[in-house]
């Protein structure tokens, strides 16, 4: 391995306009690996500089971009920190990763290093480990085509295909972004753009099928009901998305040529209006829809079983399971996400933090409540999978039996079970 070092004290005033009072007041100090490209560092670099004169400074990187002065690139104060100054040397902290929460941090300021190194390990460790998880869920229910004859299950893996696509443009988008390909980062933020958009938009699709199934029983019926879902799931966010295009595609973008932005090697959306629009006001509405469906479905499930089942002494198993629907149908429709909504002032970076785990581990939440604790679920997979005492042998039970919904096959009428 070769490190290269180059010390060069320059006189002129730095060509950033944000920066156009300041003038370097110490040694511009690089460092390369030859043959290789230093990126997505787990812990931040730590750079120590001494003054030329003793006045205050502050940390700035050059950064090659094709928006600085006809392609030269310039200087930036994204990705860096002053962690330590005096009159005779600064220490910078500079990493290039970033959290989770960027996606909907309506703010959209910058964090201080300590909590968004945390935030980042958080958001990497959560979405690898969702990722794997959906990954299973997906696997399984397609594996198993008993799992997959109703629409409940249908709805189900559609939902963790965009999540998981969400978390996989998510985890990569900073290597992506290292490689300082404007065309290649617009197409990474559209990505992540549209799979968000898309993850609450099948999010919602959950929320208003269970209504249709617990309030509205037998009195809805829509052919081609599935198809008609996949339309509006995966359509609805192309269309958003392709509006921001045709208005102006450099709305997506990495951030390091715009001045004091905290997304900097990070491609995601860079102007404000645009993300308050086509995001935030998007998931707004679709959080007061699954928020008054969530409601509406729990009071209604109680209904149903204080009608059809008689008091008993073991209230305690029923109020478990009343929890563990709760739970299940919170995490379905995406109502952990509204931390965010809480995310601002004094409070902030507590809700960054319950936003970030709730979050990233909403693929994991999804297959504990959906497949691991889902009864039918498990006895096709000791049918299928098991050997030994775990498997089970003629098993010809119906799917529809332990599943909250029985759901026709070509439309949205549904019955309830009483095991719900």
Not at 335 to 362: E, K, P
Request: glycine share 6%; proline share 2%; hydrophobic share 45%.
């Amino acid at each position: 391995m070769t490190w290269n070092f180059w010390y060069f004290y320059l006189y002129f005033p730095l060509q950033d306009d944000s920066l156009k009072m300041e003038r370097l007041n110490t040694y511009v100090v690089s460092a390369s690996i030859e043959n290789a490209t230093v990126q997505n560092l787990n812990e931040p670099v730590t750079i120590t500089l001494q003054h030329v004169d003793q006045n205050t400074v502050g940390c700035v990187q050059f950064i090659r971009d094709v928006w600085k002065w006809n392609g030269l690139g310039g200087w930036n104060t994204s990705g860096c920190e002053m962690e330590y100054t005096d009159m005779n040397y600064t220490i910078c902290f500079c990493n290039h990763l970033t959290h989770f929460g960027v996606l909907l941090d309506l703010s959209r300021k910058e964090i201080d290093t300590t909590h968004d190194r945390i935030l980042t390990l958080i958001s990497y460790a959560g979405c690898g480990a969702s990722s794997l998880f959906l990954g299973i869920t997906l696997v399984t229910y397609l594996t198993l085509e008993k799992l997959r004859r109703d629409n409940p299950s249908k709805l189900l893996l559609n939902l963790c295909a965009a999540l998981l696509m969400l978390n996989m443009v998510f985890l990569t988008n900073s290597w992506l972004s290292s490689f300082d390909q404007p065309g290649l980062c617009i197409a990474v933020a559209m990505l992540l753009h549209y799979f968000l958009l898309a993850a609450f938009t099948w999010m919602c699709l959950e929320s208003v099928h269970f209504y249709l199934a617990l309030v509205k029983v037998f009195n809805v019926y829509v052919p081609k009901y599935i198809l008609k879902c996949c339309i509006a799931g995966w359509g609805i966010p192309a269309i958003v998305i392709s509006i921001v295009l045709i208005i102006n595609k450099d709305f997506y973008g990495n951030g390091s040529h715009s001045e004091s932005n905290p997304f900097s090697n990070f491609c995601w959306i860079q102007e404000n209006i645009v993300f308050y629009i086509s995001v935030v006001a998007y998931v707004f509405l679709i959080f007061l829809t699954n928020t008054a469906m969530f409601i509406t479905v729990l009071l209604q499930i109680h209904s149903v079983k204080s009608r059809t089942q008689k008091r008993s002494r073991i209230w305690k198993r029923g109020f478990l399971q009343d929890l563990k629907s709760a739970f299940s149908l919170m995490f379905l429709f995406g109502l952990t996400w509204g931390f965010v909504f809480f995310a601002w002032g004094a409070v902030r970076i507590f809700f960054l933090y319950l936003f970030s785990i709730f979050n990233t581990l909403q693929g994991f939440f999804i297959f504990v409540f959906h497949c691991l604790m889902k009864e039918e679920v498990v006895k096709q997979c000791r049918v299928h999978f098991c050997w030994g005492r775990f498997r089970l042998n003629n098993y010809s039970g119906n799917t529809m039996s332990t599943c909250l919904l029985n759901t026709s096959r070509d439309g949205a009428s549904t019955t309830s079970h009483s095991n719900a």
